[in-house]
């Protein structure tokens, strides 16, 4: 069968009846709720179960996996335009937050790929860079793995991308099922306030804002409508910026056929480009970036959809046994930070920021927050102010490394950029503790909860 334009609107709309079916799963089946799985899992799976690689009764495309991509760069481009990149704060109040972030992400990518090529490497044959399948598809999150499975498939390896959403999918199972576990174990041993998610509002479980209140708008209007759809004009910027990203790979491999340069990259560099020159001229002030944040936040949900019901079984099989063990490794890696290295930074409320990092490193920054609302309803712990600093040092080393990590794989730097993660973190570790930095946010936790 030939693809056309309405083959895309056939795998579009599909996606978007599955995600509709996804949300109304969530709202309505309690087991789902209690797992806090999001829409755009659901619509996954049920596109996997139901697709060409499974029992066929949805025609998708045979360029439903190119979406990812495609997906990726718009989400990757969007970044530098959005509001959260140009926060300012003063990271010094957030050290700990910060030093904690970077090293267990930056050690997440150095040890998955140190344990696939020193332990797996000697019991199976695999790619160089199978160990960054961890790190991609767990603090990564479904975006990152994309991006990565993308260019190790650009380089020949291409059932990357199937596994790197597989990752992705376990990822999440890790991070729900895992931190409900967490939680129960808190409240059996006093940590925190933990109760359940039957104690989470409403809107959490079930992903409903009820409440008129409780409804936000997703941006503002920059401009008439009598001249250009307010939605319209932040979408071209965000098109515009992942086309010009695209074309940017395609006169750089003109210029260098031996180098592939990630479109998502690109698309990147693209947007932070756009965004200088924005903010030196007027329009600045037509910019609104709660509108491309909430177009990015879309994107998304498309990606994590069309990822999910593009991988290839057949693909996963071949893999299953290391695939297994290297997400074992993760679970045993994320465990350990959680229980030993978490307290000794944090102190008495180290089980909230523990939980918010258990869920950001192994899927997301939103289901760390849910999470986090098991323990800390009321958000009185400070760890989201503290991460909201944080990340303004730890964004762009998130960035960097999902754009380096697997150029430098394929460029044969798999020993160096091994090296070289594990030195950082581990000198960062040794850094925090010489600096007495945790010793100082616990005396400035407990002074706010005195004055409370």
């Given at each position: 069968?030939?693809?056309?334009?309405?083959?895309?609107?056939?795998?579009i709309?599909?996606?978007?009846?599955?995600l509709?079916i996804?949300?109304?799963v969530?709202?309505?089946?309690?087991?789902?709720?209690?797992l806090?799985?999001p829409?755009?899992?659901?619509a996954?799976?049920?596109g996997?179960?139901?697709?060409?690689?499974?029992?066929?009764?949805?025609?998708?495309s045979s360029q439903?996996g190119?979406?990812?991509?495609i997906l990726?760069?718009?989400?990757?481009g969007a970044?530098p335009l959005?509001?959260?990149f140009?926060?300012?704060?003063?990271?010094?109040?957030?050290?700990v937050?910060?030093?904690?972030?970077?090293?267990?992400?930056v050690?997440?990518?150095?040890?998955?790929?140190?344990?696939?090529i020193?332990?797996?490497?000697w019991?199976?044959?695999l790619?160089?860079?199978?160990g960054?399948?961890l790190?991609a598809?767990w603090?990564?999150g479904?975006?990152?793995?994309?991006?990565?499975?993308?260019?190790?498939?650009?380089?020949?390896?291409?059932?990357?991308?199937?596994?790197?959403f597989?990752s992705?999918?376990?990822?999440?199972?890790?991070?729900?099922?895992g931190g409900?576990?967490?939680v129960?174990?808190g409240?059996?041993y006093?940590?925190?306030?933990?109760?359940g998610?039957?104690?989470?509002?409403e809107?959490?479980?079930?992903?409903?804002?009820?409440?008129p209140?409780?409804?936000?708008?997703?941006g503002?209007?920059?401009v008439?409508?009598?001249s250009l759809?307010?939605?319209?004009m932040?979408?071209?910027?965000?098109v515009?910026v992942?086309?010009?990203?695209?074309?940017?790979?395609?006169g750089?491999?003109?210029?260098f056929?031996?180098?592939?340069?990630?479109?998502?990259a690109?698309?990147?560099?693209?947007?932070?480009?756009?965004r200088?020159?924005?903010?030196?001229?007027?329009?600045?002030?037509?910019?609104?970036g709660?509108t491309?944040?909430?177009i990015?936040?879309?994107?998304?949900?498309?990606?994590?959809?069309?990822?999910?019901?593009?991988i290839?079984?057949?693909?996963v099989?071949?893999y299953?046994?290391?695939?297994?063990l290297?997400?074992?490794?993760?679970?045993?890696?994320?465990?350990?930070?959680?229980?030993?290295?978490?307290?000794r930074?944090f102190?008495?409320q180290?089980?909230?920021?523990g939980?918010?990092?258990?869920?950001?490193?192994t899927?997301?920054?939103?289901t760390?927050?849910?999470?986090?609302?098991?323990?800390?309803?009321r958000l009185?712990?400070?760890?989201?102010e503290e991460f909201?600093?944080?990340?303004?040092?730890?964004?762009?080393?998130?960035?960097?490394?999902?754009?380096?990590?697997p150029i430098?794989?394929v460029?044969?730097?798999t020993?160096s950029f091994?090296?070289?993660?594990?030195?950082f973190?581990?000198a960062?570790?040794?850094?925090?503790?010489?600096r007495?930095?945790?010793?100082?946010?616990?005396?400035?936790?407990?002074?706010a909860a005195e004055?409370?």
């Open positions: 069968m030939s693809f056309t334009a309405w083959s895309v609107l056939i795998d709309g599909s996606i978007c009846g599955l509709l996804g949300k109304l969530r709202a309505k089946v309690r087991w789902v709720q209690r806090l799985l829409a755009s899992i659901i996954g799976v049920l996997l179960a139901l697709g060409p690689n499974g029992a066929g009764l949805i025609p998708f439903l190119t979406y990812a991509t990726t760069a718009v989400v990757f970044l959005t509001d959260s140009a926060v300012r704060g003063k990271i010094r109040s957030a050290r937050m910060w030093s904690y972030s970077v090293l267990s992400y050690l997440q990518w150095g040890l998955g790929l140190l344990f696939a020193a332990v797996l490497g019991f199976f044959d790619p160089d860079g199978f960054l399948l790190a598809g603090a990564g479904f975006g990152t793995a994309s991006a990565v499975g993308g260019t190790l498939s650009d380089a020949g390896w291409q059932e990357a991308t199937s596994l790197g597989t992705a999918t376990v990822g999440v199972v890790v991070c729900i099922v409900l576990v967490l129960k174990w409240a059996k006093s940590l925190g306030s933990a109760a998610v039957a104690d989470l509002p809107s959490m479980r079930t992903g409903l804002l009820a409440a209140e409780e409804r936000e708008p997703i503002r209007a920059t008439s409508p009598s759809e307010p939605l319209a932040q979408l071209s910027l965000v515009i992942t086309l010009a990203g695209y074309l940017a790979t395609k750089f491999a003109l210029l056929p031996d180098v592939s340069v990630p479109v998502f690109a698309a990147f560099l693209c947007g932070l480009l756009l200088t020159v924005i903010d030196r001229t007027p329009a600045r002030e037509y910019l609104d709660a491309i944040k909430s990015s936040g879309s994107a998304t949900d498309f990606l994590v959809a069309t990822g999910i019901a593009s290839v079984p057949s693909v099989a071949g299953a046994v290391p695939l297994a290297l997400m074992v490794f993760g679970l045993v890696y994320c465990l350990l930070i959680f229980r030993y290295l978490t307290p930074m102190g008495e180290w089980l909230e920021r939980l918010f990092t258990w869920g950001w490193s899927a997301s920054i939103a760390g927050l849910a999470l986090l609302r098991i323990v800390d309803p009185k712990s400070g760890t989201v909201g600093l944080a990340y303004v040092g730890f964004g762009p080393v998130e960035i960097l490394l999902a754009i380096v990590a430098a794989v460029a044969g730097f020993g091994i090296t070289a993660t594990i030195v973190g581990v960062l570790l040794v850094l925090t503790f010489v007495r930095w945790p010793a100082a946010h616990q005396r400035a936790g407990t002074a004055q409370q």
